[in-house]
């Protein structure tokens, strides 16, 4: 069974700070995706990771996959207040289903 | 822009109905999704289908059904709804190239 596992759960951090969200899973695949949730919202799609060692970026937020090692990290510079959100990672394994990972909670204060 | 639509944003059902929850994505998409989603365990699977008329089951199928009788419709069944069925569930939509996923709002279901 693949297993998908972020850390941390749950960040507090203040306003300009670099923080680094970690997303390892168990099993091999190239295929790796990162989504945002805001409160009572649905997901949106923030990072399509598609081979080893991709990396993504979009304003003060960038992804990378490492499949060898099976985790990718969402890095998080100068944070401010608007990245507050829960991030997912997933991974699809194959028929195009995704594993979710239980999301981390971001919380960015002043 | 990929729109995918649910048929409500929340509904409140008793326990025993029968609950329809419908999917509609507007990008000709050949896969769609259903997921639940509840506090501290994220999102899970429920069913999937790749095609019409084609379903998969997800991690967690029991108490739910499917039905893709059109392309861009994909229904999920509860045929005898019950407490531990209330929860958001969020459909999704893919196209057969590797991408992600769409979602739409999402369904919010108390089940009394």
């Known amino acids: 069974e693949l297993k998908v596992e972020q850390n941390p759960l749950f960040l507090s951090m203040q306003e300009g700070k670099n923080y680094t969200i970690y997303c390892n899973y168990s099993t091999t695949s190239d295929r790796l995706y990162w989504y945002r949730q805001d409160p009572g919202k649905s997901l949106e799609s923030l990072f399509v990771?598609?081979?080893?060692?991709a990396v993504k970026q979009e304003g003060r937020l960038m992804a990378s996959l490492d499949t060898k090692a099976r985790l990718s990290t969402l890095h998080i510079t100068a944070a401010v207040h608007d990245l507050s959100a829960t991030y997912f990672c997933a991974v699809e394994v194959s028929g195009y289903a995704l594993n979710f990972g239980k999301g981390t909670s971001l919380l960015v204060t002043p | 822009d990929v729109k995918v639509t649910q048929s409500s944003r929340y509904l409140v059902k008793r326990t025993g109905e029968k609950v329809f929850l419908e999917c509609v994505q507007d990008?000709?998409?050949?896969?769609m999704f259903w997921y639940r989603q509840d506090p501290g365990l994220g999102l899970r699977l429920i069913y999937f289908?790749?095609?019409?008329?084609?379903?998969e089951k997800g991690d967690i199928p029991e108490g739910y059904s499917v039905s893709r009788e059109k392309k861009e419709r994909f229904s999920l069944i509860l045929e005898s709804a019950s407490t531990n069925q209330t929860s958001m569930y969020l459909c999704a939509s893919r196209g057969s190239m590797p991408d992600t996923q769409y979602f739409g709002p999402g369904t919010r279901l108390t089940v009394l």
């Open positions: 990771l598609l081979s080893n060692g």
């Open positions: 990008m000709d998409h050949e896969n």
């Open positions: 289908s790749y095609d019409v008329k084609m379903k």
